[in-house]
């Protein structure tokens, strides 16, 4: 890895694939397409692009059932264990609908409402994650949205992989359809026959679930559009350099344009850590993925203290962060932009990828400056609550009808004041 | 207004004004030329469109002072009162950071934070509104956004109008930009010499302005594109049709395209109301646009109870709601879906508008359904935090790298395991 020092504004930005018009085009075609002929076009595109020939888009309980039944034992209590940990830690951010009453009896407030459905999308083959299943619907579930569905992509068998199947029985998903591309994001936009319409989508795909997730977009709500992953290290000598490499290559693994990063005022932890991170490349079984992104997008940056050194961690504004330093605490005390922030050396990335319950979905490509992990309020709306009393009204209507008019808005004024008259 | 029972699905929805590819082409040529020429394309558009040659950009002391000099005192003192009773309001909103140790002692939470920097778009011309600088304003100010900018394009005179310029001092911007259109937009996103790049731009538009919003999303945050506005009434015979009819009024004088619809089981109240409006509607300063939209999108819906009037509301999802019924509060324990509910006679829409405290800035076109009003978590992330301890380590490391091999990531795996062999 390349062991530098900070010499410029330092960036996590990598060009986000944002597709061809020829992309474009198709995407825009098969949703027209789903919207004209419904389940007709999610068959044809299924056999198509997937190459499964599908009577009945839904999975039934049989093959849920069958699903379980060749799943590793073992690997269900895991999977339920871990959402339970992601259910306790997002039910903390579940608020409630709130009011307060002024000093002239108005009564304000915000109404929390569930949204009524949402819609995970679930990637196929290599990337069919059992965690992502978790990590989408539990939010959902939490806020109290009452109908969720999935979509993925059958296999050539007509068939979804068994621990997808499994992750969304234990996650609550009540329906699953074998739909995946552009057109199960269409599906599940405006409705088909089999499938009825949801409020949001959310989850991660290829670039034609992108591009289909940016066009229906304002008919429903979607996620953010995930770039590829990232993690910073902000470490000291007190850390382990095994660790640290271990760590970086966890994330570069994931994909070629991967961005492992360690920051650290110590130039014998920053030589120490490359040389760790090429001895654990070696016969990793993604190794070239691993290197390729260590490679183009890793680096090592040895700062003049440890306070440049979070300068730097704020300015890259990481996916994920990890802090492994003497009084980590006090050091994320001057963190402002982080996905998600794991503290000491027993907080490895992967725990919070699977187990420890806070959110996978993460904001990449500097996007922590402004953006949140997938939470619990991503699936509820806050109504504002306005019930005005008869004297906070008689007390204010002057200045409402004033305001209306330095605006032009004369309707607006009339409002207010027929109110006023009315009761004379 | 058309009074008519239900019968098929409603919708609020209205089509979006999404450009043309001619815009969309000049929108992305003005970016792309504000992104390399900084200041000089700046003040180039602002004399091309604007007809404004400006030496700064930047709106001095003086300016403001002169302003203030110009301006009714009256309003000055409204204003203010505004702006304390919307910061009163959106105060309430704000979370602190909290975390909980588990009984492995694990700590996991969220970690609250402000986003650096704001931007506010404030179009010119009539539709250049100082509620909505206070509207836009004051949730950044609540999160605790510490530097917050205004752009709103001047008119020939290099001038910005007065309340817009002392709403912005009242809610305490800081940096003021004579600068509008879609090089606003790139500035804010991108800086120049004069104006430092955001992290999150909010604010109406036109066109121009809504197509550059989109282009720059990614790069920064942006609100939601807002489309016209909307009112339904929800009422029974307890309300008066004179009351109804102005506050239908009031959103209809706002465009063409503005919606306004009553939703009631009474025949009597439809009759007595639409003839309510006809009789307001002559005579409005803007009597030939309010009436454009109530031909056009207004509404009267006569249902078979209550019940069916709450399931038209919901299914319209509207911007603003007005509950005018007996036994109010226990009828929007119902409403699902709604930007802000005003409760009882006297919380007519305007009162909203301009001066109870909730925002102004709420979710149109049906999106109600999965959004909310701008609000103060718009302007702060939520980083996760997890410092797993040893215990919890101990307990759970095998589970994480059983889970991680099940999904092929192997480097994640041994991210977990090397802490294990560290310890021996």
């Known amino acids: ?39 007709d076009a999610l068959r044809t595109y299924t056999k198509q692009f997937d190459g499964a020939e599908l009577e009945s888009l839904q999975v039934t309980q049989e093959e849920i059932d069958e699903a379980y039944s060749e799943f590793p034992e073992q690997m269900i209590k895991v999977i339920k264990e871990a959402r339970d940990n992601i259910f306790t830690f997002h039910q903390k951010q579940l608020r409630e609908t709130w ?65 997808v199947l ?33 409020d949001k989508i959310t989850g ?34 007190s850390a382990r350099p095994a660790e640290i490499a271990a760590d970086l290559l966890s994330q570069a693994e994931h994909d070629t344009r991967a961005s492992s990063v360690l920051v650290t005022p ?17 016969g990793l079984p993604r190794e070239a993925i691993a290197r390729q992104a260590i490679d ?23 996916e994920h962060l990890e802090v492994m330093t003497e009084n980590a605490m006090d050091i994320v005390e001057d963190i402002r932009h982080a996905g ?6 027993f ?24 953006s949140s992990p997938l939470n619990v309020d991503d699936f509820m709306k806050k109504s504002s609550l306005i019930m005005y009393s008869e004297q906070a009204f008689r007390e204010n209507a002057e200045k409402v009808a004033a305001f209306a008019r330095l605006e032009g808005l004369e309707a607006h004024a009339r409002a207010v004041e027929i109110r006023k008259e009315n009761d004379q």
Chains 1, 2 share one sequence.
């Open 1 to 39: 890895m390349k062991i530098q020092s900070v010499t410029k504004e330092l960036s996590l930005k990598r060009s986000v694939d944002s597709g061809t018009d020829e992309q474009r085009i198709v995407v825009q075609h098969i949703i027209q397409t789903v919207q004209s002929q419904g389940d």
């Open 99 to 163: 009011t307060y009453t002024d000093s002239n009896g108005s009564v304000l407030g915000q109404k929390m409402t569930p949204l009524d459905s949402a819609g995970v999308y679930v990637p196929g083959g290599t990337a069919a994650y059992p965690s992502s299943v978790l990590m989408n619907v539990m939010p959902a579930k939490v806020a109290g949205v009452e109908r969720i569905v999935m979509v993925s992509p059958p296999g050539p068998d007509g068939r979804l992989p068994a621990g």
């Open 166 to 198: 499994v992750a969304a029985e234990i996650a609550g998903v009540q329906e699953i359809y074998k739909v995946g591309g552009a057109q199960a994001i269409a599906a599940l936009a405006y409705g088909t026959e089999s499938i009825k319409p949801v």
């Open 204 to 237: 991660p795909g290829n670039i034609y679930v992108a591009l289909a997730k940016r066009e229906v977009f304002g008919d429903v709500d979607i996620d953010m559009i995930a770039g590829p992953s990232e993690i910073a290290v902000l470490a000291d000598e």
């Open 266 to 282: 110590s130039r014998t932890l920053a030589e120490e850590t490359a040389a760790e991170v090429e001895k654990q490349l070696a």
């Open 296 to 318: 183009s997008y890793g680096a090592i940056y040895v700062t003049k203290n440890m306070k440049e050194a979070v300068g730097v961690i704020n300015q890259l504004a990481p």
């Open 340 to 345: 998600a922030i794991f503290v000491g050396r």
């Open 347 to 370: 907080s490895s990335e992967p725990i919070g990828d699977y187990f420890a319950g806070p959110n996978h979905v993460l904001p990449t490509n500097g996007t922590a400056r402004f």
